[in-house]
């Protein structure tokens, strides 16, 4: 019997369940989807270090980056010989980055298999720099991906049926919470989650119709937010504050020059008189 959740694995353990389930015809569908989708996003964005958390080692979502700086984070399993971009062995919770240093991030369903998304998400925040972009990819709940995990049963695979699919609506507001703005959303897969062809080409019209309008009922999602600058707004003090700080406002005023007074002053040869200032 299969584990029924993936969140009981070790690194290793999840890390190879990873990579197996890419290299299956499902799992294939999707990476080269989302490939292309972030490709899409990289070519609008800008920054000199560009990070991914999370997929295959030998087959990166930001290959294609023309950032000078990339590097690759995942959890451990058979590295490649040959890579697009230095990999780094480390857990999604605990990047070893300085904080803002960060230009570009992409979670490539980082939270859908973290036993702790919420630190996942903090960690992500921390490391970016101030105007850095977050591009987030995870399984869509609204979805027949979705539909087909409900389904699921202790015998299917462990991914990604047994994985979290979470709602973009509910990453969003833990974005707003996190001081990460969102900017928009992007779906791609439409097919049904189906390995023989024969099934797939009688709704192959509807994909592409579905594909064509962005419908928000793909099986993954990918949303991209931006890190806002810190604002520190001073607060209104306190009556018994005003009170306080009475005395250390009215000081002495020292050194001010003093308004001129002007007196009329009689001539001793009876001439008018004039005005004069002291």
């Known amino acids: ?32 989807e989302e490939r292309r989708v972030a490709r899409r996003e990289l070519r609008r964005l800008f920054g000199q270090v560009v990070v991914q958390v999370g997929g295959t ?19 451990g399993g058979d590295l490649p010989r040959v890579s697009h971009c230095p990999v780094i062995i480390a857990e999604d919770n605990l990047l070893p980055f300085p904080t803002d240093s960060v230009d570009i991030l992409v979670l490539q369903h980082s939270l859908d298999i973290s036993a702790h998304p919420h630190q996942v998400l903090r960690e992500a925040e921390r490391v970016l720099r101030p105007g ?8 869509n709940p609204a979805s027949s991906w979705g539909v087909r995990r ?21 990453i969003e507001d833990w974005c707003r919470l996190l001081n990460l703005a969102p900017e928009l959303s992007r779906y791609a897969v439409y097919s049904l989650p189906i390995a023989k062809k024969g099934i797939r080409k009688l709704f192959k019209n509807l994909e592409h ?4 309008n962005e ?16 604002a520190y707004i001073p607060g209104k003090p306190s009556p018994l ?8 406002t009215l000081k002495p005023a020292v050194g001010m020059r003093r308004k001129p007074v002007l007196r009329v002053v009689p001539k001793q040869d009876g001439a008018q008189t004039d005005l004069k200032g002291v």
């Open 150 to 170: 409900m389904l699921s049963t202790p015998l299917d695979s462990l991914l990604p049926w047994h994985a979290r699919f979470m709602r973009r609506s509910q």
């Open 215 to 230: 419908w928000p009922v793909g099986a993954v999602y990918c949303l991209r937010a931006k890190k806002e600058r810190n």
């Open 57 to 75: 080692a030998g087959f990166p979502l930001i290959a294609d980056s023309l950032a000078p700086v990339r590097f690759h984070v995942v959890f």
């Open 1 to 32: 019997m299969a584990v029924q959740s993936v969140f009981r694995l070790g690194l290793q353990e999840k890390q190879r369940a990873w990579d197996r389930w890419i290299a299956g015809r499902l799992g294939h569908r999707i990476q080269v």
């Open 241 to 248: 504050g005003r009170l306080a700080s009475v005395g250390k």
């Open 209 to 212: 119709r579905m594909a064509r």
């Open 132 to 139: 850095g972009r977050l591009l987030l990819f995870g399984f």
